[in-house]
């Protein structure tokens, strides 16, 4: 089955320094990833729609030059976490899309705890 | 603009019983798809359960089911003798079309007793 690597699955580091989270599609070419946010007890909220080879789709209200997604390939996309502060902390998870009628398939997501 | 709505915070249900989650959804579209996915506290996100709006024959995956209402645009998802390892959020989502961005109800949070 179609599989999503999200790399790493747990990340803690000082405010103010950046952070690259990795989403791979192991075993098919995903031509749109997507990146979505989860609070505690809360609900997954869209972030962006990243497309190979173009630059991402954000959504209002979710900082562009704070979130880097780069998606240069049809195998990886990355959410650069930029001069991280405390309220950035969440559930970060990513999703590809194999195309035509297919689902999406979910990474693990990856936990970011800022001190 | 689409909308997802879970009325049910938390639900409880014993081992062996049924219980329905429900779903209900705003949209403009003729055909989109809605999907049910499960979250263990491992906070993998786990399809469970997927409905084209064309198709009008209800899907069911082994002990899952949905009762799929288009003119209602309800979509609920029925849990036949449930399991310890069903105890889970669950999220109901909309998708306009194939690999499109997934919208989220509020999700329902599950627990299953013995």
């Given at each position: 089955g179609a599989v999503v690597s999200q790399h790493p699955s747990w990340v803690i580091c000082k405010s103010g320094t950046s952070v690259k989270i990795e989403c791979r599609s192991l075993d098919f070419q995903a031509t749109t990833m997507f990146w979505y946010r989860q609070f505690p007890k809360q609900s997954l909220m869209l972030m962006a729609t990243s497309n190979e080879g173009s630059k991402a789709t954000y959504e209002q209200g979710v900082e562009k030059d704070k979130f880097l997604i780069n998606?240069?390939?049809?195998?990886l996309s990355t959410l650069t976490v930029t001069s991280?502060?405390?309220?950035?902390s969440s559930f970060y998870i990513c999703s590809a899309w194999t195309g035509e009628n297919q689902p999406q398939h979910f990474g693990d997501g990856t936990r970011l705890s800022i001190l | 603009a689409q909308t997802v709505t879970q009325s049910q915070p938390e639900m409880s249900v014993q081992e062996a019983e049924t219980v329905t989650l429900s779903c209900t959804y705003d949209t403009s579209e003729n055909n989109y798809y809605l999907f049910w996915y499960k979250q263990p506290p491992s906070r993998q996100m786990i399809l469970v359960i997927r409905q084209e709006a064309y198709k009008q024959q209800n899907a069911t995956e082994n002990r899952f089911s949905v009762n799929f209402q288009k003119a209602a645009k309800s979509f609920s998802l029925k849990i036949s003798?449930?399991?310890?390892?069903?105890t889970a959020m669950y999220f109901c989502a909309f998708a306009n079309q194939a690999g499109t961005a997934l919208i989220f109800g509020k999700g329902t949070t599950l627990s299953v007793s013995s």
């Open positions: 998606h240069a390939s049809l195998t991280a502060h405390p309220e950035d | 003798d449930s399991q310890l390892g069903d």
